[in-house]
């Protein structure tokens, strides 16, 4: 069955440090894909990245990186020099492509706050 | 990106009447199309799979009467919660797939359902 593990309930950090927030997958599948998103408290979910089982490139966006590892079922997120619009609430997810049709699991967030 | 709407963003309905609430995929035409449920400080919680032209299917838990799912056409999932009760009051949130490889879902806004 597949999982989502998001260790870190709440992170508080000053503007312009770097945070990362954790993501530990757990998937029988060899083809899945996982993907972050960031919900601010409007409660839209806002896509920010999508990673396939085979690219382990990591990935930088400005001042978002991720970094996949299939050796520790990993797929964790930076942000470097946060500031306090990156408060919001960030989900992992993860969809198997063969088994559960493709559905997506979540974990359970993580709560980001920057304090000015 | 593509772009999924919901209708109405938010409602306030008396226990037992029934509400229903819209997901459009705007740009796209959406094969699949998914409805979360997010209580406060929760995760998104899969709720039903719906694919166009065929019954909806139900997550475990999930009361398929209570919870009326159609999806008539390529742009168009309705859910429908049934004799609402404030246990139900919740963010409904829909997203949406087209066909392709990636399995990225677009989510659409959300709807806050209150019922009193």
């Known amino acids: 069955a597949q999982k989502v593990t998001q260790a870190q309930t709440e992170i508080s950090v000053v503007e312009k440090e770097d945070v990362t927030l954790d993501c530990v997958y757990e998937?029988?599948?060899?083809?899945?894909?996982l993907f972050w998103y960031k919900q601010p408290p409007s409660g839209e979910l806002v896509f920010l990245i999508r990673?396939?089982?085979?690219?382990?490139q990591n990935e930088i966006s400005g001042r978002y990186s991720w970094n996949f590892q299939k050796s520790t079922s990993s797929f964790n997120f930076t942000i470097t020099a946060s500031q306090v619009v990156d408060s919001a609430v960030y989900f992992c997810?993860?969809?198997?492509?063969?088994?559960?049709?493709?559905?997506?699991?979540f974990g359970d967030g993580t709560t980001l706050t920057v304090k000015p | 990106g593509a772009v999924v709407s919901q209708h109405p963003s938010w409602v306030i309905c008396k226990s037992g009447t029934s509400v229903k609430i819209e997901c459009r995929s705007l740009?796209?035409?959406?094969?699949?199309m998914f409805w979360y449920r997010q209580f406060p400080k929760q995760s998104l919680m899969l709720m039903a799979t719906?694919?166009?032209?065929?019954?909806?299917?139900?997550e475990q838990g999930v009361e398929k009467d209570k919870f009326l799912i159609n999806h008539a056409s390529l742009t168009l999932s309705t859910l429908t919660v049934t004799s609402a009760h404030p246990e139900d009051s919740s963010f409904y949130i829909c997203?949406?797939?087209?066909?392709?490889?990636?399995?990225?879902?677009?989510f659409g806004p959300g709807t806050r359902l209150t019922v009193l």
């Open positions: 997203s949406a797939r087209g066909q392709g490889a990636g399995f990225e879902q677009f």
């Open positions: 998937t029988r599948d060899t083809t899945y894909y």
């Open positions: 990673r396939n089982s085979f690219d382990e």
């Open positions: 997810a993860l969809s198997e492509r063969y088994t559960n049709a493709g559905k997506s699991t």
């Open positions: 740009d796209f035409q959406a094969t699949t």
């Open positions: 719906s694919n166009e032209g065929s019954k909806a299917t139900y």
